[in-house]
């Protein structure tokens, strides 16, 4: 027997998540100078690595592979890359997430960090072999996304329970 409450719930936590993605792809699409533009985050990335660690439920491999294909749309990239190179990080995710009972602040870092590492190394081996192309810059980019991450898990992380 469900209760009113939860389907309550649940309808605004999945208002909640499609918003989050909705600010996400307006900040990466947001114009910058180009030297800002370098040290711009991976938001939307950001944001699909949060909801994959904190609610695996609503948002799972499809999702990735749907925000990676809108993420090739804005950005202007081949399509497909983007969408290849978040699987492969929900995958990483979601076997990671199997060996981890409690997911603390720390440990929440660390997987997004080496999440965000695996997304920009498909993207680089991806680029080395469609376009023959390595772009460098992308490394200060990954930087950013690591080192700001506690900012995305201080602002979603009230929505997440």
């Known amino acids: 027997m469900s209760y009113p409450d939860s389907e309550n719930a649940t309808v ?7 918003v989050s993605f909705v600010l ?7 114009p910058l100078s180009p030297s800002m533009a370098t040290l711009r985050p991976m938001v939307m990335m ?3 690595v949060f909801w994959l660690l904190f609610q695996p439920r609503y948002v799972g491999i499809f999702t990735a592979f749907t925000i990676g294909l809108i993420a090739d749309l804005l950005m202007d990239t081949h399509l ?7 699987v492969v990080s929900a995958f990483f995710i979601k076997i990671t997430s199997i060996y981890i009972r409690q997911l603390n602040t720390i440990s929440a870092w ?3 960090s080496l999440s965000l590492l695996i997304f920009q190394l498909t993207l ?25 991450w506690p900012l ?4 979603l992380r009230k929505f997440a329970r």
């Open 124 to 148: 680089w081996v991806l680029q080395m072999f469609i376009q023959n192309t390595f772009i460098a810059q992308s490394a200060l980019s990954l930087l950013m996304s690591i080192i700001s």
């Open 152 to 155: 995305v898990l201080l602002v």
């Open 46 to 48: 950001m944001v699909l």
């Open 12 to 18: 605004l936590l999945i208002a909640v998540i499609i």
């Open 110 to 112: 660390v997987i997004a």
């Open 80 to 86: 497909g890359q983007q969408a290849f190179a978040a």
């Open 24 to 30: 996400a792809s307006s900040l990466s699409v947001y």
